[in-house]
């Protein structure tokens, strides 16, 4: 079973990029892929100085997304106020509200 999700992964790809995580980078993507692997060597540590070992590297990795998520969100919302800038200073009102910008950031 295991092997049938990890050949479907590589040929089918996860489905990433909806309209709710957008801005999220690659890296980013990476990062809580890395995270979510460390969780689950945390769940399956069978003593408890390797649990806590594994925590420690969870904790670490968490921190690090999070960090990483808010900082690709500042990223995004700043090039999409940039676009908005642009589209007003053109007077271009059509493309400012057509592509919807405004209602993205909020």
Do not use: G
């Not at 995580?21 to 993507?29: A, F, H, L, V």
């Not at 990795?61 to 106020?81: F, N, Y």
């Amino acid at each position: 079973m295991h092997q049938q999700k990890a050949s479907a992964e590589t040929v089918i790809e996860r489905k990433r990029d909806t309209n709710r995580e957008c801005w999220i980078s690659d890296r980013t993507w990476n990062l809580i892929d890395d995270r979510k692997e460390a969780k689950k060597r945390k769940n399956q540590a069978f003593t408890r100085p390797r649990a806590q070992a594994e925590a420690v590297n969870y904790s670490k990795l968490d921190k690090e997304v999070k960090k990483s998520c808010k900082q690709d969100k500042k990223d995004w919302i700043e090039s999409k106020c940039t676009e908005a800038q642009e589209a007003a200073s053109r007077n271009d009102i059509r493309s400012l509200y057509s592509s919807r910008v405004p209602k993205t950031i909020l």
